[in-house]
């Protein structure tokens, strides 16, 4: 799944491409050299939680295959799945969500959340950062007008103990960067399989021909080489004190203990690898767990592949079960370790899917468009109140119809929980201020 491309032929190689060359260019370097101030007077919102894993499903997942059936709508609106009843009475889920059915009092459910970003691009970046894009996006753009939630997080609750304040795996989400907040607050990928024997973080382990003191003394000879060559003022718009950060991080990892134990997986038991299910997505829900539990604010779980405009059954009855099963675990496993108070877990996409089934051309089995006025968003965590369902969608999944939610709310309510304050005020480099999230309204049912 790590390189799936969606409808729009976007894959994990074109974003690492466009990101690199965002870098490089002119526009993105200005954006780096300075971090805008809070003028925001007053204390923020009293922090619920103080982590985050985001478990992005990119492509836009299907509300009526998840968490959001529709059993008496017409069939071809309802689809081939039944429905099955939740821990909480008069709500249904479909079929495959077995486990997330069963245990609906450890977490909440969002089913009306809706926009008019209705392709990847822009989608994805509304959801991920609560700004919509100010100019028109096509579906395949790599989009950076607003910092991420994770960067946002990673300024400011980031400490300095080793470990990056920022984590995805196996790659970065396309709207998942700092934008004008800066290199330092991107996230540190790891695109590396843990569910591999021989599973290795880039940059955390010393290769064997290198010791510590002589890796010391590169380190040391790097800095005098470039004291040499570059101008050390990030107003001069120097390009590579972008990547320092980067450097630094590398180095970090390499000489942190706290890094080193975090990414050892294999410390963990055989029983609990096995519940998170061997697969790529349950380790790196294991690994996520791992990296809270070490200290780290933030961190996504990327998860492609949900961008089913054709065999959307056969694909999930496959997928389904072991997704729900992992992410099941992951909260379970938070629980039982006294984390899930303060770890907030969310799982979502750029929008939904289609109420009636299609069949492109030149395919044989149906499946769902994009659909951005309805949507289902999993949140766990935090002081998240467990059993509790936020909203509810017509009788054919149109539309968000009760409780209408925008994702500024979303983003406000993860915001709010972490102790920041979502309306405040920040300063791009050309000294414009603008607000973390333009509503700052979280959702009050979830606080």
Not at 45 to 64: E, Q, S, V, Y
Not at 208 to 216: A, C, N, S
Not at 341 to 357: H, I, N, Q, Y
Not at 433 to 440: A, Q, R
Request: include cysteine.
């Amino acid at each position: 799944m790590r390189n799936q491309p969606r409808c729009d032929g976007f894959t994990r190689r074109n974003s690492l491409q466009l990101g690199l060359g965002a870098m490089l260019g002119a526009g993105f370097v200005d954006s780096l050299r300075a971090v805008g101030e809070s003028q925001h007077a007053g204390r923020g919102p009293i922090a619920k939680a103080n982590r985050c894993i985001l478990i992005w499903m990119d492509g836009g997942p299907t509300h009526f295959e998840t968490f959001d059936p529709k059993p008496d709508a017409p069939l071809e609106y309802r689809g081939e799945f039944s429905d099955i009843e939740t821990a909480v009475p008069g709500v249904a889920y479909s079929e495959h969500m077995v486990k997330l059915a069963a245990s609906l009092n450890d977490y909440a459910m969002i089913r009306s959340i809706r926009h008019d970003q209705g392709n990847h691009g822009a989608g994805n970046h509304y959801m991920t950062t609560g700004a919509p894009p100010r100019i028109p996006v096509g579906c395949g753009a790599f989009v950076s007008f607003h910092p991420s939630m994770g960067s946002v997080v990673a300024k400011e609750l980031g400490k300095d103990n080793g470990l990056p304040p920022y984590f995805s795996m196996p790659q970065m989400a396309r709207s998942g960067g700092p934008s004008f907040l800066g290199a330092k607050y991107a996230p540190f990928v790891v695109d590396d399989d843990p569910n591999r024997d021989k599973f290795k973080v880039r940059d955390v382990a010393l290769p064997r021909d290198l010791t510590d003191l002589r890796f010391g003394s590169r380190t040391d000879l790097r800095a005098k080489i470039d004291n040499m060559v570059r101008i050390n003022d990030e107003s001069a718009g120097d390009p590579l004190l972008a990547f320092d950060e980067y450097f630094q991080q590398g180095h970090n990892l390499v000489t942190s203990p706290e890094a080193q134990k975090a990414f050892d997986i294999e410390q963990e038991s055989l029983e609990i690898r096995d519940r998170y299910g061997r697969n790529g997505f349950g380790q790196r829900c294991l690994l996520a767990r791992r990296l809270v539990e070490a200290g780290v604010p933030f961190v996504t779980v990327y998860d492609g592949g949900w961008d089913h405009h054709s065999n959307i059954f056969g694909a999930l009855r496959k997928r389904l079960p072991d997704w729900d099963n992992s992410v099941a675990t992951l909260i379970q496993d938070l629980k039982e370790r006294g984390l899930l108070d303060s770890t907030l877990v969310v799982a979502l996409g750029e929008f939904g899917r289609t109420p009636k089934l299609s069949t492109l051309a030149g395919s044989s089995t149906p499946g769902r468009d994009h659909w951005a006025n309805a949507m289902s968003v999993l949140m766990a965590g935090g002081g998240t109140p467990g059993g509790t369902v936020v909203g509810a969608t017509d009788r054919k999944g149109f539309s968000a119809v009760d409780r209408v939610l925008s994702p500024e709310n979303f983003v406000s309510t993860v915001y709010h929980k972490l102790g920041i304050d979502p309306g405040k005020i920040v300063y791009t480099p050309e000294g414009r201020p603008t607000h973390l999230v333009s509503n700052s309204t979280p959702i009050t049912e979830l606080i």
